[in-house]
């Protein structure tokens, strides 16, 4: 399983390259992956083998909050996504960084990216 550090460094990589949110072009909403390749924060880590479309529309949160039973079972879709690449979704510090990481992608402009990543980065890891 990749380490809190791994997990971090991939994202913000991968954000601050891509430089854009992942929007489906039709709706404005958040994907996972979209059809032109884009991917979001917690969409980069998910291998391409494992993802399946019937997890957008979900948070990373709804791994373990979700009450609906259509969804509890999309849930556990994007979750068994996350495991098979290599995030250990039981560890509450990675689960938390998870949803940090996708709050920043999904609620954050663009051009913020790179000071709440830094700030996530101290938080984390007090090396910045």
């Known amino acids: 399983m990749k380490t809190l550090r791994q997990i971090f ?3 913000k990589d991968h954000l ?3 430089q854009v949110a992942a929007k489906d072009d039709s709706t404005g909403e958040c994907h996972y992956h979209t059809d032109n390749g884009h991917q979001c924060a917690v ?7 494992y993802y399946d479309p019937c997890i957008e529309g979900l948070a990373v949160t709804d791994i ?3 009450k609906a039973p259509t969804r509890r ?3 556990k879709i994007l979750e068994q996504a996350l495991i ?3 995030i250990n979704t ?6 938390i960084l998870l949803e940090g990481l996708q709050t920043i992608h999904d609620e954050v402009k663009e051009k913020h990216w790179p ?5 996530m980065e101290k938080d984390y890891f007090s090396t910045v």
């Open 9 to 11: 460094d991939q994202v």
């Open 16 to 18: 601050l390259k891509q």
């Open 43 to 49: 969409g980069c880590l998910i291998d391409e083998a």
């Open 64 to 66: 373990r909050h979700s």
């Open 73 to 75: 079972e999309r849930a």
């Open 84 to 86: 098979q690449s290599g």
């Open 90 to 95: 039981d560890d509450t510090e990675v689960f």
């Open 115 to 119: 000071s709440h990543l830094k700030t």
